[in-house]
């Protein structure tokens, strides 16, 4: 079965400063990956998505992620936080097993950008 | 303008009482899904569709049921019989549910919260 764990459940930041949220993941076969970003009451946007194309994949908002198959990994990563970056990010991947095209999200990353 | 409209933003619940969350999309998607939100979790599946008059339980459905009799339609009733309503519900679509799945992105709404009087 497939499974997303995000590493930091709270991620605090400095303006101008790197990002990094972490997640790895679990899948038995070669999977499809997420990163979406929800705004307080607010619902759900996609930053970047991974389909076994380049393992490097960059999104909206200078955000890119790299996928690490050796690692089970699919870390989040932009070279310099804004303000406007504060918002809670889920890592979710794609799970095929049920005939059907499922998400199955992480819990959650908080990040907190300060001036 | 294209995408997914939840209505109402916020809504209570008495005990007792079914209580209906509207989702409407002009996206021309085929299937919609809807989710639950808890605070510190990701989100849950509680019932999607992938066509119009066909739907299927997700992992969390007890307490909940659905309709879909038209394709940009996919409202959630929130029975009496789901004893922890409090939550965010988001909706979600997606163009189709065949072929090369990862290319077909899940586009949600802005979310009804739900509490509970």
């Known amino acids: 079965a497939q499974s997303v764990t995000q590493l930091d459940s709270h991620v605090s930041v400095s303006e101008g400063t790197p990002v990094l949220l972490r997640c790895n993941y679990s899948s038995s076969y070669s999977p499809s990956l997420f990163w979406y970003v929800q705004h307080p009451n607010k619902g759900l946007q996609l930053l970047l998505k991974y389909t076994s194309a380049a393992t490097l994949v960059k999104g909206i908002n200078g955000f890119e992620a790299e996928f690490k198959k050796s690692e089970t990994s699919f870390h989040l990563t932009k070279p310099s936080a804004h303000m406007s970056d504060a918002a809670e990010y889920f890592c979710?991947?794609?799970?095929?097993?049920?005939?059907?095209?499922?998400?199955?999200f992480g819990a959650g990353t908080r990040l907190a950008v300060h001036p | 303008d294209g995408g997914i409209t939840q209505s109402p933003k916020y809504l209570f619940r008495k005990e007792g009482q079914n209580v209906t969350l509207s989702c409407e999309q002009n996206l021309n998607h085929d299937a919609m899904y809807w989710y639950r939100q808890d605070p510190g979790q990701g989100l849950r599946l509680i019932y999607y569709?992938?066509?119009?008059?066909?739907?299927q339980k997700g992992d969390i459905a007890e307490g909940y049921s659905v309709s879909r009799e038209k394709k940009e339609s996919f409202p959630l009733t929130v029975t009496s019989a789901q004893k922890n309503p409090t939550a965010f519900y988001l909706c979600?679509?997606?163009?189709?549910?065949?072929?090369?799945?990862?290319?077909?992105?899940?586009?949600f709404g802005a979310g009804t919260r739900l509490s509970v009087l």
């Open positions: 979710v991947v794609s799970d095929l097993s049920g005939g059907y095209n499922k998400l199955i």
């Open positions: 569709s992938q066509i119009v008059n066909d739907f």
């Open positions: 979600a679509s997606r163009r189709r549910d065949i072929g090369d799945m990862a290319k077909n992105i899940q586009y």
